[in-house]
C-alpha cells in the first residue's frame, strides 16, 4: 500500500491551503527570506502551531517536485485526524474501558509510527499528539505504522495537559512513563487509562507530568539508562495488557 502526503509549494499555494484550514504538519521556508508573503505565511503557521523548518535553498531545490518553490514548501497531513470524543466512542462501542496513548512531543515520524503500529496490536483504542513540536501524519509515519494508521485514530490537540484534564473527567486514569517512576510491576494499571509517552530527548514535559497519576518505570538490567521512545512505550503498554488480562 503506497501513502502520499500532500507537498504544496510555492507563496500564494501554501497560504491558501492555511486559509482553507488544510491541516499542514510541515512548513520549510527560506532560510533568511524576509520579504512580505514570506512573513504573512510564518504568521499563519505559527498560528496554526505547525512546525516551521528555516532551511537553505539548495534542501529546498532538493524537496521541490515541481522547481517553482519560491522558498516555502509545505507538507500537508497524509490522513485525517480524529477527534477525541470519536476514540471514547469507538472504546464505548467494543464494550471496552478506554486505553490512549498520549503522546507528549514525539518529533520522529518513525518513533510515532512505530508508536501507532504498537497502539493497534496492544487493542488502544487511539492516540492523541500535541499540535506544537511533534510529528504529524506524515506519508513516513503511515509507512512505519504498517498499515496500522488505517485502523488506530489519531487526534491532534492544541493543549495535552488540558486534554488531559478533560478525559479525567471521562473517568480516566494517567500513567506517564518516567525514570524516577515507580515500577511499573508495581502499579495497578487496569480500567480506563491513558498511557504518556515523553519526547525522544527530554521525557515528558513538566506540566503534563503534573497532570498524571502515577509515574511507571521501566526496569533496566544494562549499561545505559534508557530506551528508544516507542520500545518504551511498547513495553509499557503490554503491561498494561497483562494486567487487563489477568484483570
Known amino acids: 500500500m503506497r501513502y502520499e502526503e500532500l507537498t504544496i509549494e510555492g507563496r500564494n499555494a501554501v497560504l491558501e491551503a492555511f486559509r482553507a484550514g488544510k491541516t499542514i504538519d510541515r512548513l520549510f521556508v527560506l532560510d533568511g527570506c524576509q520579504d512580505g508573503p514570506v512573513r504573512t505565511i510564518v504568521r499563519e503557521a505559527k498560528k496554526h502551531d505547525t512546525i516551521i523548518t528555516f532551511t537553505a535553498k539548495e534542501r529546498l531545490d532538493q524537496m521541490s517536485e515541481t522547481g517553482h ?22 472504546a464505548k462501542k467494543k464494550g471496552e474501558p478506554p486505553f490512549l496513548f498520549l503522546l507528549d512531543g514525539i518529533e520522529d515520524p518513525h518513533n510515532l509510527g512505530a508508536i501507532i503500529r504498537t497502539a493497534n496490536l496492544a487493542g488502544a483504542h487511539g492516540v492523541i499528539i500535541p499540535k506544537r513540536r511533534a510529528a504529524g501524519l506524515t506519508a513516513t509515519v503511515a509507512r512505519t505504522s504498517a498499515g496500522a494508521l488505517n485502523y488506530t485514530p489519531v487526534a491532534k490537540v492544541t493543549n495535552l495537559a488540558s486534554t488531559i484534564e478533560e478525559l479525567k473527567k471521562e473517568g480516566l486514569w494517567f500513567v506517564c512513563a518516567d525514570m524516577g517512576g515507580e515500577s511499573m510491576y508495581r502499579l495497578n494499571l487496569t480500567g480506563p487509562i491513558g498511557l504518556v509517552i515523553g519526547n525522544e530527548g527530554e521525557g515528558v514535559s513538566r506540566l503534563v507530568k503534573e497532570k498524571c497519576d502515577m509515574t511507571a518505570s521501566i526496569p533496566m538490567k544494562g549499561d545505559i539508562d534508557s530506551l528508544n521512545a516507542s520500545v518504551a512505550a511498547g513495553v509499557l503498554a503490554y503491561e498494561i495488557v497483562r494486567q487487563r488480562l489477568n484483570g
Open 69 to 90: 518553490h519560491q522558498g516555502v514548501i509545505a507538507y500537508a497531513a497524509a490522513y485525517e485526524y480524529a477527534e477525541v470524543s470519536e476514540i471514547l466512542e469507538a
